[in-house]
């Protein structure tokens, strides 16, 4: 299996502008979630979904995000109006739900805005 | 208010000695303590698992304990290498309803040095 899959890697866009970030969760997965990394908070949980329905979204820092998951094997994370603080590297993990299993990580989008 | 701190942002050791971890928590009843490895650029690894009812768990030259008496975990890696330098994270998951959802710490940046 080619893993967790995550696109762009990398993207630097301006204030205003809307980015959308995208996930292949690993085949036969059925949790998915979107997390944020910054060095002053860390690793942050913005959404997660299990089975395509989102389960927890309390993370989303605001209206600005949203994400979609239409089918097991894609998920979107869009912000809308883009931010200078929204800069971070956004990571996208799936897991085997129903069991104690650990999560899988892609390798992340670092997303700057200017 | 929910809390997870690992002992140490940094944490540099000689090559061959033992580094020891910790993760402590406050106002949390986890069921499963996971342990992850970052490297720079990277999205986490998944390393080690423990349950609540373990005491502790071994991997190779790494060895996890649980105290859900003190709330913390120790992560120790024998005969540490330069190879094991990275960011180790440990990560909470309460079960239950939530299984699945992890609280991660801020992570502990281990060096290892010849």
């Known amino acids: ?114 | 208010s929910q809390k997870i701190e690992q002992n140490s942002e940094a944490l540099n050791i000689q090559e061959g000695k033992t580094a020891t971890l910790t993760c402590n928590y406050t106002n949390y009843s986890p069921a499963y303590l996971q342990w992850y490895r970052q490297d720079p650029g990277r999205g986490p690894v998944f390393l080690l698992l423990i349950r609540e009812n373990e005491k502790e768990k071994r991997k190779e030259r790494l060895k996890v304990t649980f105290d859900t008496t003190l709330k913390q975990s120790l992560f120790h890696i024998t005969a540490s290498q330069p190879a094991d330098s990275a960011t180790y994270l440990c990560a909470l998951d309460s079960g239950g309803s939530t299984l699945g959802r992890l609280y991660f710490g801020r992570g502990t940046q281990l060096t290892v040095w010849p």
């Not at chain 1, 069991?99 to 892609?106: A, H, K, L, P, S």
Request: glycine share 8%; charged share 20%.
């Open chain 1, 1 to 114: 299996d080619a893993g967790v899959i995550q696109s762009p890697r990398h993207e630097v866009t301006e204030m205003g502008q809307e980015v959308t970030l995208r996930c292949k969760p690993i085949s036969g997965h059925n949790s998915l979630f979107w997390y944020r990394q910054t060095m002053m908070r860390g690793l942050e949980l913005l959404i997660y979904f299990n089975n395509n329905v989102p389960i927890d979204d309390s993370g989303m820092p605001e209206d600005r995000f949203s994400a979609k998951m239409p089918n097991a094997s894609f998920s979107t994370l869009k912000i809308q109006p883009s931010e200078p603080r929204d800069s971070a590297v956004y990571f996208c993990a799936s897991r085997l739900a129903g069991r104690d299993n650990e999560q899988f990580f892609g390798p992340g989008t670092r997303l700057t805005v200017l």
